[in-house]
């Protein structure tokens, strides 16, 4: 009994040292980016100036599969944005509906014999399709490859420019995001990557793909989300670019340099996560080669993203990024405490290992232990009591630091009411919202070392803005 | 410069391994004075990379668009 108790005790301590050094890491992430941050809103207008004549040529590669009611007005979207010069390829990934018709009657497509060179095999393009009216516009109607990434790297393929964004048909850009992401490139030539600040788009108001006004969703679910997604945009990636450390570009949102990404054979296919599989090999192919490098980040909201409203999609989405994270990490396990690969390969990769992939193992077993102590009378009421308070405390300041950074640079919130709404939620959210996470990412974890085969799980979509 | 005389290097730069420089150099092949639809055909006839001839339609279509 007594070897028991001191195991216990033993166990705790572990625990307690990885609750304070996962959050002592978080909270240096956090300052950093409010370091970062005043020095990036400080150059920002002047860059802008001085880079608008600039402007390097970026191509948009946007994959759809069965987005027939929604492509039109995202296309509309996407030509409308304000940037000099940019070409828009749509690639239509064997859609089973009138994707390509649609295309082809909004925007005058006709076949034209495109000299499209494959660096990157793919599923086999059946056709390259120009528009009349907007002679930056084209289609590549491939055949099903089944992965986004397949019909992403049949877009690179067709890409001209040396940069090049990827995204969703049914994300909303802000008109300024492409000023804004490439000054990265500009300003370091050695940037493979960029990313940008993804939003939720739910309870804003979108009129023809365009973000009209910033409103806050009503639906709780999706109200949490829009304070997770601050915290992790503007407290974690920007903190990991600094030491350029960054080893996830959100899907929704990257910029990326062409030639490097066909060099390390565009996006994996077979690859859960595909977006940070990709970052995570950019990584490993630079260390490898020796050269210098850069995958930077930029804080401004470029990106605005519909978030699930509902359990069960929120379950799904969040199952599969963890084992999406699972499954990266394995596969690029080689860059952990690679030589030559500074903060990515010594500290972001074990991070991930240690504090996103095996959080909510730790987590969880952590408040099992800690109620069993509590309830074999090893541990008094309130020690448990401060324990809880601590990690609550702990919580909210990240949360906080996240809203206090978003309010003294972009001020997207309009209204103090918002701003109390989303104080509100950081609160609330510690009670129940993030020990639910850590269960569906335990069992995702667990699914995942089980090595059961699971689909990519459909996302219900609510679009509600596309009316 | 700018006649036909450049056909030949203008044609070797169409089988260029960088698709820009094919592109540039098959804009540049249909505009060399006195080039007409037949010398373009004979042209195409020599190309022996399949990259270069399918630049050449490229261009061709391009230059067609109104």
Same mark, same amino acid.
Request: hydrophobic share 30%; charged share 25%.
């Given at each position: 009994m007594n070897a028991l108790r001191h195991a216990l005790a033993a166990v705790q301590w572990g625990f307690l040292g990885y609750f304070v050094a996962l959050n002592a890491v978080y909270l240096g992430l956090a300052f950093i980016a409010i370091w970062r941050l005043r020095g990036y809103m400080g150059g920002r207008s002047a860059a802008e100036r001085v880079y608008s004549h600039l402007q390097m040529p970026i191509s948009l590669v946007v994959p759809a599969y069965n987005e027939a009611a929604t492509i039109a007005t995202s296309v509309r979207a996407l030509l409308q944005l304000r940037y000099q010069h940019f070409e828009v390829i749509i690639v239509n990934d064997g859609s089973k509906d009138d994707t390509l018709a649609t295309l082809i009657r909004e925007f005058e497509m006709t076949p034209f014999p495109e000299a499209y060179r494959v660096q990157i095999k793919t599923r086999p393009v059946r056709g390259v399709y120009r528009s009349a009216k907007y002679p930056n516009l084209r289609v590549i109607d491939k055949e099903n490859g089944g992965s986004k990434a397949d019909a992403s790297n049949a877009g690179i393929n067709a890409a001209r420019y040396p940069i090049f964004y990827c995204g969703d048909a049914d994300s909303i850009l802000d008109p300024h995001a492409l000023e804004h992401v490439v000054r990265p490139f500009l300003e370091d030539? &050695?940037?493979v990557a960029c990313g940008g600040t993804v939003r939720i788009i739910n309870g804003c108001k979108v009129r023809g793909g365009v973000l009209e006004e910033v409103g806050l969703p009503r639906n709780p679910l999706a109200l949490v989300q829009v304070v997770e997604y601050l915290r992790a945009f503007l407290g974690g990636r920007l903190g990991w670019s600094a030491i350029n450390g960054m080893l996830i570009v959100s899907g929704a949102f990257g910029v990326f340099h062409r030639d490097t990404v066909v060099e390390a054979? #565009?996006?994996?296919?077979?690859?859960?996560g595909e977006d940070m599989d990709l970052v995570v090999r950019l990584h490993h192919l630079m260390v490898k080669r020796g050269r210098r490098y850069r995958v930077a980040f930029i804080p401004d909201p470029v990106c605005w993203t519909d978030a699930p409203e509902d359990g069960s999609t929120l379950k799904k989405q969040r199952m599969r990024w963890q084992r999406g994270l699972a499954q990266c990490l394995w596969i690029n $396990?080689? %860059?952990?405490? %690679? $030589? #030559? &690969?500074k903060a990515a390969g010594w500290l972001a990769f074990p991070f991930f290992v240690l504090f996103e992939l095996l959080s909510p193992l730790v987590e969880v077993a952590g408040l099992v232990v800690m109620a069993v102590a509590f309830a074999m009378g090893m541990m008094t009421g309130a020690g448990f009591l401060a324990f809880l308070l601590a990690a609550f405390a702990l919580g909210l300041m990240l949360s906080t630091t996240s809203l206090l950074l978003e309010e003294l640079s972009f001020h997207t919130y309009p209204k103090a009411r918002h701003l109390l709404a989303l104080f509100g939620v950081s609160i609330l959210e510690n009670f129940g919202y993030r020990q639910l996470m850590s269960v569906w990412r335990l069992h995702a974890l667990y699914q995942w070392m089980s090595g059961a085969k699971i689909g990519w799980g459909e996302m219900k979509r609510k679009a509600t803005w596309q009316q | 410069l700018g006649g036909l005389a450049e056909t030949e290097t203008v044609t070797r730069l169409m089988c260029d391994k960088v698709w820009w420089v094919r592109y540039r150099a098959g804009q540049a092949l249909l505009k060399?004075?006195?080039?007409?639809a037949d010398r373009l055909e004979a042209v195409r006839a020599q190309l022996g990379d399949a990259y270069a001839r399918d630049m050449l339609e490229h261009v061709r279509a391009e230059a067609a668009i109104p």
């Open positions: 030539p &050695s940037t054979g #565009g996006y994996k296919h077979d690859a859960i $396990r080689e %860059l952990c405490f %690679l $030589r #030559g &690969s | 060399l004075k006195g080039m007409t």
